[in-house]
């Protein structure tokens, strides 16, 4: 295997716009943290934020209980790998136009990779907690306040470890049906925007077809 593309990811699919990359990361920030210890993988399901200005390819913000022992696997020499999950859906094949075909699965993510770093000042951990709860609470009407009493706060942040990842690569695939005859790839993503549940993957589709 070629380490240097451990991603299986066909240059018909492939994405390497940054803006792109960012604005699925930006709505799905909900994603994937991976480490290794031991030769073994370590995995948890976090939350980020991401500053796209700090560093040559943008910065991720995260934390996780101290309990999780996932922190004690960062290590400065070692990449760790996010992938952020986008919009998905699987495509039958009776939405193609010849019927010799099989059913497959159309789908957008973002692999990030990157270098970690744990927060040890309170005053940084404090800020990027805050920008976080921001961040989330801004779809709200009337979004909750993060101004509770300081010794509160300072004993919840004891049983958390706050950390920065900046990535040193990303990988974008977006398989939203590609390789397929343009007619299929219309039919396909017009099936697909008659579902709620699948539209934001019929939207991508559009987008890309759009696209020189």
């Not at 299986?8 to 480490?35: C, G, Q």
């Not at 509160?152 to 958390?160: A, E, I, P, S």
């Not at 007619?183 to 709620?196: F, I, P």
Request: charged share 25%; with cysteine; hydrophobic share 40%.
């Amino acid at each position: 295997m070629d380490k240097s593309k451990p991603f299986y990811n066909p240059r018909h699919f492939r994405e390497t716009d940054s803006a792109r990359l960012y604005a699925l990361i930006r709505e799905h920030p909900f994603a994937t943290l991976i480490t290794v210890e031991d030769s073994v993988p370590v995995v948890s399901h976090l939350p980020f934020i991401l500053n796209e200005q700090s560093g040559t390819h943008g910065t991720l913000y995260g934390h996780m209980a101290r309990a999780n022992r996932q922190w004690q696997t960062f290590a400065e020499e070692q990449e760790v790998l996010v992938i952020f999950h986008g919009p998905h859906a699987y495509v039958t094949p009776s939405w193609y136009a010849e019927d010799l075909n099989v059913p497959t699965w159309n789908y957008a993510v973002v692999h990030a990779y990157g270098r970690s770093r744990i927060f040890e000042d309170m005053a940084e951990f404090y800020r990027v907690l805050s920008e976080q709860v921001q961040t989330y609470e801004a779809p709200f009407a009337q979004p909750w306040q993060f101004t509770l009493p300081d010794d509160f706060v300072q004993q919840k942040m004891l049983g958390v470890v706050c950390f920065s990842l900046e990535i040193t690569r990303l990988e974008g695939k977006f398989k939203l049906s590609q390789n397929r005859p343009q007619e299929d790839r219309v039919h396909v993503a017009a099936m697909l925007e008659e579902d709620a549940e699948t539209r934001e993957v019929s939207e991508l589709m559009r987008v890309r077809e759009s696209q020189p």
